[in-house]
């Protein structure tokens, strides 16, 4: 099986703009989990699509949004983008039934 | 709220010296637990992970085991290699609809030749 992918893998913004991430879960994974990677803050979560509705959500403003198709491929986007923005945004996806995660390997996110 | 606190690095070895990478958790109930490896310019993957008290996840010489009384999940590998330099993060994932996987701060791990 093709494993988690992203897309794209490095993108550079400008403070103001905003900016979409895509993410195509592994086939047959339901679950679609976004994190931001930083270094002060690790890893933090932001939320958790399942089947197209978003189950679960971190602490982020909501400045960050996402949504999911109903083929489990899940966009993320972020508007009127900040300096504190940039990072390493990782998508995650599981199937129904397993508890682990799997992992792309993230888009790097750098705002200007 | 849930929480993980591991041991914080660099921690440099020498190839073939023992490692162990310490982890605490603060849940509620029994979480499944997890560490994940990042190699450099790389996303997560998954070492090894427990479900339950008791558990003792392994992988590629890794282990680790679920310690309820202690709230623990240290990692430990018996002889490591160059190629394990990498940042391991401990998570746990709460037993709530849904995923929610919380990190711990990652240890980046340096082994010398």
């Known amino acids: 099986k093709a494993g988690v992918t992203q897309t794209p893998r490095y993108l550079i913004k400008t403070r103001g703009q905003q900016v979409t991430l895509s993410c195509s879960p592994i086939s047959g994974h339901r679950s679609v989990s976004w994190y931001q990677q930083t270094p002060g803050q690790g890893l933090q979560f932001l939320f958790e699509y399942f089947s197209e509705t978003q189950r679960n959500k971190g602490n982020f403003p909501g400045r960050f949004s996402g949504r999911q198709f109903s083929n489990s491929r899940s966009e993320m986007n972020v508007s009127t983008l900040e300096l504190g923005d940039s990072a390493l945004y990782l998508c995650?996806?599981?199937?129904?039934?397993?508890?682990?995660?799997?992992f792309g390997p993230g888009t790097r996110l750098l705002v200007l | 709220g849930d929480s993980v606190t591991q041991m914080e690095g660099p921690v440099t070895l020498s190839e073939e010296a023992f490692l162990t990478i310490n982890c605490t958790y603060t849940a509620t109930g029994y979480p499944s637990l997890f560490w994940y490896v990042q190699y450099p310019g790389e996303g997560l993957q998954l070492l090894l992970k427990a479900t339950k008290a008791d558990d003792k996840g392994s992988n590629k010489g890794f282990e680790a085991t679920y310690r309820k009384e202690t709230t623990s999940f240290h990692l430990e590998k018996g002889s490591v290699q160059v190629s394990d330099s990498a940042v391991y993060f401990c998570a746990l994932s709460p037993l709530t609809g849904g995923f929610k996987t919380i990190f711990g701060a990652g240890t980046r791990l340096f082994v010398k030749a």
């Open positions: 995650a996806s599981s199937s129904q039934v397993q508890e682990t995660q799997y």
